[in-house]
């Protein structure tokens, strides 16, 4: 069978591997890609030990029965502290699929027994391609993100980042009641590309608006906004957030800043005299994994169309490069695509 391994940063490649052995086999349907995958090809990662076969998107069929099954990316122990207060996400002794473990950038892959034994193996509703199922994952996490910045009904909502993950958050928003939702970017033609899928109120561009912050103003009244999700990886931008926050506004620091330059300057007494709540958000749990895939299924958050670039396996590499350059909302590798 064909997969493609991480061997160092700026060597991926796509070779031949044996028939992978365990309890729960996947046949590989659809393997969707994101920003990791582009930041683990151009600098690798701690948690990874080559050769590694990478993507953590995951949807396909069980080998033997053809049952069509989503897996979870991020896999808790289940048995700590944090796992038994229900705190999955920031399990310490969290692994992942790509990284401890052979993902889904192959034919087939090996699941580990560990993965259903904390109930991140999901049977994908009828109605729902293997496409969609793979954007499970990524919705998982924004779903973390919202419920824990506490996005509802009547809030005016800033999405900071247009990419897919800034798609999902506008997609998410409206479901959960949001009065308005706003995004945000520096580059316009992906802002433009968002704006033309996800419908916001108003598309800010970040680089033509000398200060995103005043635009954001504006379009409230004055007030700002009920929550500011920061969805791109830029310290500008949960700096603005802040500034551009209601009072009694929650900003969700969502989006990881790179590793040599984490540190960003808030205005705290903003923060204090606003009474303003700044939450991080870490990935998801296999429970909110279930409920995307329930909001997916029901339609309250479409995600096919979101899919704008599909390509098979070989072509990993020219997927990676979409995301990188900001070409596309969401690239997926799937069997038999010719794209």
């Not at 798609?167 to 479901?175: D, E, G």
């Amino acid at each position: 069978m064909k997969v493609a391994r991480f061997h160092a940063p700026g060597d991926i490649r796509v070779e031949e591997a044996p028939m992978p052995e365990g309890d729960l086999i996947i046949r590989v349907r659809n393997c969707s890609t994101c920003g990791t995958d582009n930041k683990i090809y151009r600098h690798g990662h701690h948690h990874l030990r080559p050769p590694r076969v990478m993507g953590h998107e995951i949807a396909g069929e069980v080998a033997g029965t053809g049952e069509r099954v989503q897996v979870i990316a991020a896999i808790p122990c289940g048995r700590c502290a944090e796992c038994r207060r229900g705190r999955m996400t920031v399990c310490p002794r969290q692994e992942s699929m790509g990284y401890h473990y052979d993902g889904g950038f192959a034919e087939y892959m090996a699941v580990p027994d560990k993965v259903p034994a904390v109930g991140g193996v999901n049977r994908i509703p009828g109605g729902v391609s293997f496409a969609e199922a793979s954007l499970t994952e990524p919705l998982a996490c924004v779903l973390n993100g919202q419920d824990l910045a506490g996005v509802g009904a009547g809030d005016d909502v800033v999405v900071m980042g247009a990419g897919p993950i800034g798609c999902l958050h506008v997609r998410l928003a409206r479901a959960r009641g949001a009065a308005r939702v706003f995004l945000v970017d520096v580059n316009a033609e992906r802002l433009a590309m968002a704006a033309g899928l996800v419908h916001p109120d108003a598309a800010v561009d970040a680089a033509v608006d000398a200060d995103a912050v005043e635009r954001v103003l504006k379009l409230t009244g004055g007030r700002g906004a009920d929550v500011v999700i920061t969805a791109a990886a830029s310290g500008a931008a949960q700096e603005q957030a802040v500034r551009m926050a209601a009072r009694s506004g929650r900003i969700s620091l969502f989006g990881g800043l790179p590793k040599d330059d984490p540190i960003v300057r808030l205005d705290a007494n903003l923060i204090h005299y606003r009474e303003l709540t700044v939450v991080g958000a870490n990935g998801s749990s296999p429970a909110h994994n279930t409920a995307a895939l329930e909001l997916i299924a029901s339609g309250a958050v479409p995600v096919a169309d979101l899919i704008t670039h599909r390509l098979p396996l070989e072509r990993v590499l020219d997927a990676i490069d979409l995301v990188a350059r900001g070409a596309a909302i969401k690239v997926t590798l799937e069997e038999g695509s010719d794209a």
